[in-house]
Each structure stands twice: as structure tokens, then as C-alpha cells.
């Protein structure tokens, strides 16, 4: 279950950054400013759903 919890977690902490990074990247809409407001919106929220996922990740490899 350790070494399955650290690949997960390991996983987690690289993918979706880059997953963040590639999606703005490949934005194109950079002129509607109500568009992109959303595009940022919807990155924070998920940006912080990561993170929140992340840290309880991190919290459950610490206490093993």
C-alpha cells in the first residue's frame, strides 16, 4: 500500500502542473476578455482542488 500511495502521489504531484501548464499554453481565446477570465477562473479552482488533494496525499504519507 506504501509504495502504491507514493507512485499515486508522486503521480499527482507532476501531472497536473504540467497538464496546467500545457492547457494555458494551448489557449487561444487571449482577446475575449470574458473568456479568459473564465480559463483563469476555472485554473484557479482546479489549482486548488490539486492542492488540497496534494496536501491530504502528503498527510497520509507522513503519518505511515
Known amino acids: 500500500l506504501t509504495l502504491l500511495l507514493k507512485v499515486v ?3 499527482w504531484a507532476i501531472a497536473p502542473p504540467i497538464w496546467f501548464l500545457t492547457e494555458s499554453l494551448m489557449y487561444r481565446d487571449w482577446r ?3 473568456k479568459f477570465s473564465r480559463f483563469k ?3 484557479d479552482c482546479a489549482r486548488a482542488v ?5 496536501a ?3 498527510g497520509i504519507l507522513l503519518a505511515h
Open 9 to 11: 502521489a508522486g503521480i
Open 32 to 34: 475575449d476578455s470574458d
Open 41 to 43: 477562473h476555472l485554473q
Open 50 to 54: 490539486w492542492a488540497g488533494i496534494g
Open 56 to 58: 491530504v496525499l502528503a
